[in-house]
């Protein structure tokens, strides 16, 4: 470790040792989805996939959620479980994007997920007997948020990135050192393509290293596929739709090579790609240069992310846009891991 690395280390175990001699629980069950390395596993994704498993076996999900760059300040409901209460910038990209396409889930914003916990209880009325005995907490980037005992941690893996250039902050991308995977109660190695049921050697050499920390997990590879591309006007078409097309590629997102991988998947010629920081907040230029740069290289779709497309929609957007959704796809037996006593 440099000097950098080591004094955030420091920082990270007085703040961990804290939370761990003051951890709090909340009187329901609680799902924690979360990873060791910043931004770009999916965990958006993975957290919506969750929580519509747990309706569809007849529990009732709640997600905490900090929401990351949120402006609203918490807790706060940013859904009830019918459409976003809201604006982008108050709630935050990612919270506002799974209220916009979950429903029946309700999500609380907030920096103390045990207060956010709390403030759901009294604002749902919850109580203690049926059916709300089978209410379910999902923690949304929940890991190192420790104060607060969850039944479960799953901690997602970018199969592409795993560890982080096992280098801590600010050197790396670790936000804790990969040793903490001991913590862990499931794994999962994402966006894994079309390795995904062959296993490859780059992640049968990441299932080595994992075991290495954490022998007793149940390990599950997962994807992130590309289910449909949507025009402005909430047309859908097949991914497979841009086969042959020449497009444009953008996203401001935490792992964008993935997002650059999915539209070379679905046989676009990507003529031109471009990549902004994570949580981009989007500007008239901006999209003023995106749309002269596909108009020079003769694209006919500008495509970008879901989560892009909820933070430009108030701005004047080139007819020939698309938006790709992606779903998370796991074995089925990893519900079964994350929702068992």
Known sequence: MNILERLYYAGFLVKQRYSLAHRERLPFRVVSVGNITTGGTGKTPATMAIAREALNRGLAPVILTRGYRGKAKGPCFVTRGDGPLLSVPEAGDEPYLMASRLRKVPIVKG?????????????LGLQLNAPESCVLFILDDGFQHVRLFRDRDVVLMDANDPFGGQRLLPAGKLREPASSLERADIIVITKSGPRMGTLGPAIEKTINTIREYNSKAPLFVA??????AADRQGREYPPSALAGEKIYG??????PESFRRTLLDSGGDVAGFRNFRDHHAYTL????????EAERLGCRWIVTTEKDIIKINHLDLPENILIIRIDFSIDGSFYDYVFGR
Do not use: K, T
């Not at 230029?285 to 002269?292: F, G, Q």
């Open 250 to 255: 953008f996203c401001g997102i935490g792992s």
């Open 223 to 228: 994807d992130h596929l590309s289910v449909s």
């Open 111 to 123: 920096p103390d997920r045990y207060q956010d916990g709390v403030f759901a209880i009294d604002g």
């Open 285 to 292: 230029p901006d999209i003023l240069s995106l749309r002269r």
